[in-house]
């Protein structure tokens, strides 16, 4: 998660730009003949969560205006919005269907120093081969070009996932699906003779059983070339403890309760943790999301004056409240997170009582994969991916599709558990 403006830097540094939603007719997709249209609004619909897009009202003009510097001319804005609850709500978030009961996409104005996630935008430019015949223009044929390329993603063993890619070109393009650089083989079965792998045009269920972080992408070919997607890493950690929250490859563990700092400590190094330590500005936002009032793990106890980390390392980046730190009235060598009504830090006496956040880190996951082997007699070795098959529903497809299940991409991978017998599905998100 990023702010508005960080978000935005990340789309313009790959040469895009957050969305810009400037008419609920504008159409997105259309892909194989099939007629699949959906306009921008329904796809960022379906999406779901919280997305920076592409309209503030930054300019000094005070006026709502796309990042592609047009006036907003339409808009889908959520009850009462926009509020500028606090007098400097200057960019606007989309939640998608799913939030809050939300049946379509609403528009809220956000700060812009609030993290998020975000979606970028950008033309897709399909180079092609032309040759004038009799005044006709011949297409000699169209390159695989991304449309939709898989990203990374975070899951715990047992949770499910999906990758989707899909590549416009002609002739229509192959997709064929990588793990670790290495192509996975279709139509291989398990010990029981049941279905392990199913590919189609690249559909793919698999289940991860174990922790680990593996690459994935995806390559389209025809005869007019060959294209491979970046890399993106699935990460599988092992399914977070009760009462333990997931951000950015740590685990946090919230109290309830109040303590002094160093029983405060103690209640994490039980549990394989410790106090938090806040290194990044992605970090400090997420935890003022959680309120004020908790312990962190700085402190200037040992020496006095100097500020260090429970690991052992200086402070390097700071958020300090106003005014602080100060020694207020008395000794104050430990950090709480939020004093009143600025959730910032605060020195303060370490025998006072608060509530505090403890930190460790979550395992990376492994989700290996039955992959093409050199010999197809070679015994099989020991695998950590269990794969089922799944079926498509071969009926015509209707032109009126409103939703992902319906609006199935060429090349889409789909992660889920492995069931006691071969299940088929339709499609969608599982």
């Given at each position: 998660m990023?702010?508005?403006?960080d978000?935005?830097?990340?789309?313009?540094?790959?040469?895009?730009?957050?969305?810009?939603?400037?008419?609920?007719e504008?159409?997105?997709?259309?892909?194989?003949?099939?007629?699949?249209?959906?306009?921008?609004?329904?796809?960022?619909?379906?999406?779901?969560?919280?997305?920076?897009?592409?309209?503030?009202?930054?300019?000094?003009?005070?006026?709502?205006?796309?990042?592609?510097?047009?006036?907003?001319?339409?808009?889908?804005?959520?009850?009462?919005?926009?509020?500028?609850?606090?007098?400097?709500?200057?960019?606007?978030?989309?939640?998608?269907?799913?939030?809050?009961?939300?049946?379509?996409?609403?528009?809220?104005?956000?700060?812009?120093d609030?993290v998020?996630?975000?979606?970028?935008?950008?033309?897709?430019?399909?180079?092609?081969?032309?040759?004038?015949?009799?005044?006709?223009?011949?297409?000699?044929?169209?390159?695989?070009?991304?449309?939709?390329?898989?990203?990374?993603?975070?899951?715990?063993?047992?949770?499910?996932?999906?990758?989707?890619c899909?590549?416009?070109?002609?002739?229509k393009?192959?997709i064929?699906?990588?793990?670790?650089d290495?192509p996975?083989?279709?139509?291989?079965?398990?010990d029981?003779?049941?279905?392990?792998?199913?590919?189609d045009?690249?559909d793919?269920?698999?289940?991860?059983?174990?922790?680990?972080?593996e690459?994935?992408?995806?390559?389209?070919k025809n005869?007019a070339?060959?294209?491979?997607?970046?890399?993106?890493?699935?990460?599988?950690?092992?399914?977070?403890?009760?009462?333990?929250?997931?951000?950015?490859?740590?685990?946090?563990?919230?109290?309830?309760?109040?303590?002094?700092?160093?029983?405060?400590?103690?209640?994490?190094?039980?549990?394989?943790?410790?106090?938090?330590v806040?290194?990044?500005?992605?970090?400090?936002?997420?935890?003022?999301e959680?309120?004020?009032?908790?312990?962190?793990?700085?402190?200037?106890?040992?020496?006095?004056?100097?500020?260090k980390?429970?690991?052992?390392?200086?402070?390097?980046?700071?958020?300090?409240?106003?005014g602080?730190p100060?020694d207020?009235?008395?000794?104050?060598?430990?950090?709480?997170?939020g004093?009143?009504w600025?959730?910032?830090?605060?020195?303060?006496?370490?025998?006072?009582?608060?509530?505090?956040?403890?930190?460790?880190?979550a395992?990376?996951?492994?989700?290996?994969?039955?992959?093409?082997?050199?010999?197809?007699?070679?015994?099989?070795?020991?695998?950590?991916?269990?794969?089922?098959?799944?079926?498509?529903?071969?009926?015509?497809?209707?032109?009126?599709?409103?939703?992902?299940?319906?609006?199935?991409?060429?090349?889409?991978?789909?992660?889920?558990?492995?069931?006691?017998?071969?299940?088929?599905?339709?499609?969608?998100?599982?």
């Open positions: 990023r702010n508005w403006m978000s935005r830097d990340y789309c313009l540094q790959r040469d895009a730009d957050l969305v810009v939603i400037n008419s609920r504008e159409q997105l997709c259309c892909h194989d003949n099939r007629n699949y249209y959906y306009s921008k609004q329904e796809f960022v619909s379906e999406l779901g969560g919280i997305h920076w897009i592409g309209l503030s009202k930054r300019d000094p003009e005070g006026t709502w205006k796309w990042v592609d510097g047009t006036n907003m001319t339409s808009s889908s804005w959520g009850d009462d919005q926009p509020d500028n609850n606090d007098g400097a709500e200057d960019c606007v978030a989309a939640r998608g269907k799913g939030w809050l009961d939300e049946q379509w996409v609403r528009w809220y104005d956000e700060r812009c609030r998020k996630f975000w979606m970028c935008e950008k033309v897709v430019v399909v180079d092609h081969l032309e040759a004038e015949l009799n005044k006709e223009v011949m297409r000699e044929g169209e390159a695989p070009v991304f449309v939709d390329s898989p990203s990374s993603k975070t899951v715990s063993v047992g949770d499910t996932t999906r990758f989707s899909y590549a416009s070109g002609k002739p393009p192959t064929e699906w990588l793990l670790n290495r996975l083989k279709r139509d291989r079965t398990d029981q003779s049941e279905p392990a792998v199913w590919m045009g690249g793919l269920v698999v289940r991860g059983v174990r922790s680990g972080v690459t994935v992408r995806c390559v389209a005869s070339g060959t294209a491979r997607s970046d890399p993106a890493e699935l990460i599988v950690h092992d399914r977070r403890p009760d009462g333990w929250m997931y951000f950015n490859h740590s685990l946090y563990f919230i109290s309830t309760t109040k303590r002094n700092w160093t029983a405060s400590r103690d209640y994490c190094l039980q549990r394989d943790a410790d106090l938090i806040i290194n990044s500005r992605e970090e400090q936002e997420f935890v003022k959680l309120g004020a009032d908790y312990w962190i793990g700085l402190s200037d106890r040992d020496p006095e004056g100097t500020w980390w429970v690991d052992g390392t200086n402070m390097t980046s700071s958020f300090w409240g106003p602080e100060n207020h009235k008395e000794p104050e060598d430990c950090v709480v997170l004093h009143y600025v959730v910032d830090w605060n020195d303060a006496p370490c025998d006072r009582l608060h509530h505090w956040i403890c930190e460790k880190v395992l990376g996951g492994l989700l290996a994969s039955y992959l093409e082997e050199e010999e197809e007699e070679e015994e099989e070795e020991e695998v950590s991916t269990a794969v089922t098959s799944t079926l498509h529903n071969n009926t015509p497809a209707s032109r009126d599709c409103k939703t992902s299940a319906e609006r199935r991409l060429s090349g889409q991978i789909l992660l889920t558990p492995l069931l006691g017998e071969s299940s088929a599905t339709t499609g969608g998100v599982l």
